[in-house]
């Protein structure tokens, strides 16, 4: 059973740094491609990053880029996001999500809130 569990979420002000975990159960980790995504009440789910099985290329979505990290450890079955100069703006649940055996994202996690306070 693949297990999805985001960890490293919480309450920061605006310009501050927070890194988020996921920890991956129940797949092959080091053959999955990986991404973190992002909702905030109101507002569509957002992909803000992404990163291949090696961790040797990534993307991001035009909003993070310059501030967030993907990267991962595939020997601790370990998916991560760095964020720095956090915005009022990146305020949502972020979860991850894991591409098995298909062209899109078809396993999430629940999510960690991350709010940035003024």
């Known amino acids: 059973q693949v297990q999805l569990v985001e960890s490293g979420g919480g309450l920061v002000q605006a310009g501050g740094s927070l890194r988020l975990s996921c920890a991956a159960s129940?797949?092959?980790?080091?053959?999955?491609?990986m991404g973190w995504f992002r909702q905030a009440p109101g507002k569509e789910r957002e992909l803000v990053a992404a990163?291949?099985?090696?961790?040797?290329?990534?993307s991001y979505a035009d909003s993070v880029k310059g501030r967030f990290t993907i990267s991962r450890d595939n020997a601790k079955n370990t998916l991560y996001l760095q964020m720095n100069s956090l915005k009022l703006e990146d305020t949502a649940n972020y979860y991850c999500?894991?591409?098995?055996?298909?062209?899109?994202?078809?396993?999430w996690g629940q999510g960690t809130q991350v709010t940035v306070s003024s």
């Open positions: 999500g894991a591409r098995l055996g298909s062209s899109k994202y078809n396993y």
């Open positions: 990163i291949n099985r090696s961790g040797r290329a990534t």
């Open positions: 129940g797949l092959t980790f080091s053959s999955t491609e």
